[in-house]
């Protein structure tokens, strides 16, 4: 990786977005899922979605900060003086990522609400936290990082994927997505391979929460790579959805960028108070998601040989070889990292999927 793309990640071009709430389409009638919506980034996309017309459900883990959130979103608009601007809806549930019996009840609610002819357009995988040093096991027994970042997403998108791929069977193709949250931390802190084969021997035995960050976004980029393969493959299925991975469903991650958000609550605040300068409005990771999520530049085809986006809606020129290597499976002369990753997943998550 050069040091044009580390720079240019950041220091964008300023107002280089192509998609901002200023022009972006109306969202009427789609439907919508956040993680973390009540705050930073995810807070953002709820209210610039909201304001599209779209249907948002919240999916977070504290109701009192949900209910501020659409409070003050839905004060937003009120109070913009545009009378004939319409506005969508705003629904909060609960969802602690580091419990999976709360994301399973989680994607039941949400499945319930939506009832037997509902939709879900876009995923958006946003939630996650900062590095965290002597971070506790999950209830589950799982290493922190890692389960609130990356496998309680998994496990999100796998009891969503029914209604994904039912949405794509109508909607517009390449139109419904998975949005899959990154960092530029993936090419700068991560260690070779993006997730070291040590790390699904033995989780516990990486005490590096740096490491644990980066390497937990590396992974987010490895499942959206490996989910739309699978969806590609599975794509021509008789079976309808396609199989257990769908099929039509867009999955792709990107680096956001750099922001001042609530993520930085758990870093030592030294480190926080040196970053500062660079960071940015959570607004313009919102419009890096946007891109991700509703431009036509992204395809199916980008999706499953592992494109990746960064922060104000553009294509990465070119990851760290090590990481390319690990995204391609050993058929393709990579070293199947990815695809061990995704398969350590599915047994973690197994018994939440019944």
Not at 65 to 88: L, N, P
């Amino acid at each position: 990786m050069s040091f044009a793309t580390s720079w240019t990640q950041f220091f964008p071009p300023r107002d280089s977005a192509p998609l901002t709430e200023a022009n972006l389409p109306s969202q009427s009638g789609k439907v919508f899922i956040v993680t973390g919506g009540s705050s930073g980034i995810g807070y953002e996309l709820s209210r610039i979605l909201y304001g599209a017309g779209g249907k948002v459900y919240m999916l977070t883990r504290s109701k009192e900060h949900a209910e501020d959130a659409v409070g003050r979103i839905k004060a937003h608009y009120a109070g913009d003086g545009d009378k004939s601007k319409k506005t969508g809806t705003l629904e909060f549930i609960y969802m602690d990522l580091v419990d999976f019996t709360t994301i399973k009840a989680a994607a039941r609610q949400f499945l319930d609400r939506e009832g037997p002819d509902g939709r879900l357009d876009i995923l958006f995988n946003n939630a996650g936290t900062g590095s965290m040093k002597n971070a506790p096991p999950t209830p589950q027994g799982h290493e922190y990082h890692f389960a609130t970042n990356s496998l309680g997403h998994h496990l999100l998108t796998r009891l969503l994927t029914p209604i994904l791929s039912q949405t794509a069977k109508t909607a517009p193709k390449d139109s419904v997505r998975a949005v899959w949250a990154a960092s530029v931390l993936v090419e700068l802190m991560s260690p070779k391979e993006g997730v070291r084969k040590e790390y699904l021997q033995d989780p516990f035995s990486i005490k590096d929460p740096n490491e644990l960050y980066a390497s937990s976004k590396v992974a987010n980029w490895f499942l959206a790579s490996e989910f739309a393969r699978r969806q590609s493959s599975s794509s021509s299925s008789s079976a309808g959805a396609g199989g257990v991975f769908g099929a039509g469903v867009v999955h792709l991650a990107g680096n956001p960028g750099n922001y001042s958000t609530g993520i930085w609550r758990t870093v030592p605040s030294w480190l926080t108070f040196v970053v500062s300068p660079l960071l940015r409005e959570p607004v313009h990771g919102a419009e890096t998601f946007m891109w991700m999520a509703f431009s036509d530049e992204v395809t199916m085809a980008d999706a499953a040989v592992g494109r990746y986006a960064m922060c104000d809606g553009r294509w990465h020129p070119g990851q760290r070889a090590d990481l390319v290597w690990g995204l391609k499976g050993e058929e393709e002369g990579g070293s199947g990292r990815a695809r061990e990753y995704f398969e350590w997943c599915e047994e973690r998550v197994k018994e939440f999927l019944v």
